[in-house]
């Protein structure tokens, strides 16, 4: 099965006024595996966001290796992407942001769907019920939609590209919170529907749980735990996993966890 995504000893570097530099991403290694939900998770601020940039080919190393299924993603600057990166696709954080304000829902999920092989296509009709929309949304303009709506637009024009891995850059961040897990399902639901693998990055641990296999939890550039979500929530071994599930809010108020 096609999807393999590879990332080791991965560095990347921002250089700073003074010759400083700051290590945005420190060393971090994984694996997701074809059909697997993998869960990023940290503070603002840790690198996940610049990991993501950097796993889609937007941002150089400045050290390590990123593979998909054998072959390498370096970063693209102005050049086309080659085909076998539009296997790897990402849903951006800012729903209003992310779509063309100028344009239909419908004509901005065609161009998603023109990169897909042709025996493998799919319809704007079959995406948009695939993320819950109706089908008349094709015809309206983004500024018509509310944010939850937009980020359903924008995982629907993501799957049309029919990508193998589907990365979420906090999806769900910007969204009121009653909607946040139903979005996060609904990405996770529509990305294995497809045979799509997920990287679903978050700084909240709470919706990870739901929505993921396997969490990795990243600290100040570094993966400092990992391992299959309910053994992580049950049993933390890193004190820093330890504090953040403490802070999940609880119905007695008290958290989660002491933090060790």
């Given at each position: 099965?096609a ?27 994984f694996?997701?595996?074809?059909g ?29 290796t ?15 992407r ?37 025996s ?7 995406l ?5 929309l109706?089908?008349?949304a ?12 937009r ?19 906090e999806p769900?961040a910007s969204?009121?919170?009653?909607l946040?897990a ?17 990287l ?10 739901v ?22 929530w ?25 933090a060790?």
């Amino acid at each position: 099965m096609a999807g393999h995504l590879t990332v080791r000893d991965v560095h990347v570097v921002y250089k700073l006024p003074g010759r400083r530099q700051l290590a945005a991403v420190d060393g971090v290694s994984f694996d997701l595996a074809p059909g697997e939900v993998l869960g990023l998770v940290g503070e603002s601020g840790c690198g996940k966001s610049t990991l993501a940039r950097t796993i889609c080919g937007l941002e150089p190393l400045a050290a390590g290796t990123v593979e998909f299924d054998g072959q390498p993603v370096v970063a693209l600057g102005l050049r086309k992407r080659p085909g076998h990166l539009l296997r790897i696709q990402m849903v951006f954080q800012n729903p209003y942001s992310s779509l063309n304000p100028r344009r239909r829902v419908g004509d901005q999920i065609e161009d998603a769907l023109a990169i897909a092989p042709p025996s493998e296509r799919s319809s704007v009709d079959r995406l948009l019920d695939d993320v819950e929309l109706d089908r008349g949304a094709a015809n309206l303009f983004p500024h018509q939609f509310s944010g939850g709506q937009r980020q359903r637009i924008a995982i629907a024009r993501a799957m049309g590209a029919r990508p193998d891995v589907l990365v979420g850059d906090e999806p769900i961040a910007s969204l009121d919170a009653s909607l946040q897990a139903k979005v996060a399902t609904l990405m996770r639901d529509v990305a294995l529907k497809n045979g799509a693998s997920l990287l679903f990055i978050s700084h909240d641990l709470s919706v990870v749980r739901v929505v993921a296999d396997r969490v990795a939890v990243m600290q100040a550039g570094r993966i400092v735990e990992t391992g299959p979500v309910a053994a992580v929530w049950n049993a933390p071994t890193d004190p820093y996993t330890r504090r953040l599930l403490a802070a999940i809010p609880t119905a007695d108020g008290l958290g989660r966890l002491p933090a060790a």
